[in-house]
């Protein structure tokens, strides 16, 4: 795991884009879900951060909520707007990971 992490990007530099851009966001969204769960996986804290911390932020972790703990996007969505104040990107994870259910 550890050799993982190494050959990696730099997690912080992992979503870059500005604010605004669903289909930037939506391109990297796989990417930035590695990261973190690499980061995870190997007992690391993640911090996501933005900006404003309301949208891309939350935004990734809804899509590692979706893909590693197995949630529907909306439960996912919910799952993580129960914990902290956000505005989603829908449309970019409508466009990674199709429809919401």
Known sequence: MKER?????DPRTACG???GDAEF?????????????CHVEAGAV??????GGLN???TAAIAYV??????????????VKER???IQYVRALDLCYGRRA
């Open 5 to 9: 992490l190494r050959e990696q990007d």
């Open 17 to 19: 884009g500005l604010d």
């Open 25 to 37: 966001l939506a391109d990297r969204l796989p990417t930035i879900v590695e990261h973190v769960h």
């Open 46 to 51: 993640v911090y996501l951060h933005c900006n």
């Open 56 to 58: 891309r932020a939350p």
């Open 66 to 79: 979706h893909v590693h703990h197995d949630l529907p996007l909306a439960a996912a969505s919910e799952f």
């Open 84 to 86: 902290r104040l956000c």
